[in-house]
């Protein structure tokens, strides 16, 4: 398998410009996680799906972020309006959780650098 | 409220030394203890994990030790090489009822293991 696919791998844009990061599930898994890297905040969870379905989105900042999963094997994670402070490496994880723990695989990130 | 911390921030160990990354959480709902690798550039990778009904878990050189009265775990790498140089997270997770489960990251300790 390829493993979870992102892009782009990196990006950069000016403030107030929208943004749309891209994940591509492993295939078969059943739940979907977008988290955020900063060194001062480290891992934080945004969003997570299971069955395509929004679970839990209480990490998204705010209003400026969404996120979709329309179908299994592609969601998306959207800023709108841009910030300077939305710069870090995002990264998308998805597991197959069939009654216990499944452990969830990363993708390789998207490096986000709002200007 | 930062639930799972983590601690040191950095280390650094000679080649063929013990490295010792400490973690506690406050929720004594977590159920499952993770440690994940990253290395620069690269998404997280699970690297072992424990749950809370044994004392320890090993696999090749690391070791996990949990101590749940303290609620307290750490990662033990033995004979520690240049190439676990990266950084390590910890990670607690709270299983529910309704079958959704999330983990929540320590803030990660950047390892460097010298020749």
């Known amino acids: 398998d390829a493993g979870v696919i992102q892009s782009p791998r990196h990006e950069v844009t000016e403030m107030g410009q929208e943004v749309t990061l891209r994940c591509k599930p492993i295939s078969g898994h059943n739940s979907l996680f977008w988290y955020r890297q900063t060194m001062m905040r480290g891992l934080e969870l945004l969003i997570y799906?299971?069955?395509?379905?929004?679970?839990?989105d209480s990490g998204m900042p705010e209003d400026r972020f969404s996120a979709k999963m329309p179908n299994a094997s592609f969601s998306t994670l959207k800023i709108q309006p841009s910030e300077p402070r939305d710069s870090a490496v995002y990264f998308c994880?998805?597991?197959?959780?069939?009654?216990?723990?499944?452990?969830?695989?990363f993708g390789p990130g998207t490096r986000l650098t709002v200007l | 409220q930062q639930q799972v911390k983590q601690s040191p921030q950095s280390l650094i160990v000679q080649k063929g030394g013990i490295s010792i990354i400490n973690c506690a959480y406050e929720?004594?709902?977590?159920?499952?203890f993770p440690w994940y690798q990253q290395f620069p550039g690269k998404g997280p990778a699970l690297l072992i994990a424990i749950r809370p009904d044994v004392s320890e878990k090993k696999e090749g050189r690391f070791t996990i030790s949990f101590n749940k009265s303290a609620k307290q775990f750490s990662l033990h790498i033995m004979d520690s090489q240049p190439g676990d140089s990266a950084t390590y997270f910890c990670?607690?997770?709270?299983?529910?009822?309704?079958?959704?489960?999330?983990?929540?990251f320590g803030k990660g300790t950047m390892l460097l293991v010298s020749p």
């Open positions: 994880a998805s597991s197959l959780r069939v009654g216990g723990w499944g452990t969830q695989y």
């Open positions: 799906f299971n069955n395509n379905v929004p679970i839990d």
């Open positions: 929720n004594t709902a977590f159920d499952y």
């Open positions: 990670a607690a997770g709270e299983g529910s009822n309704s079958g959704y489960s999330t983990l929540t």
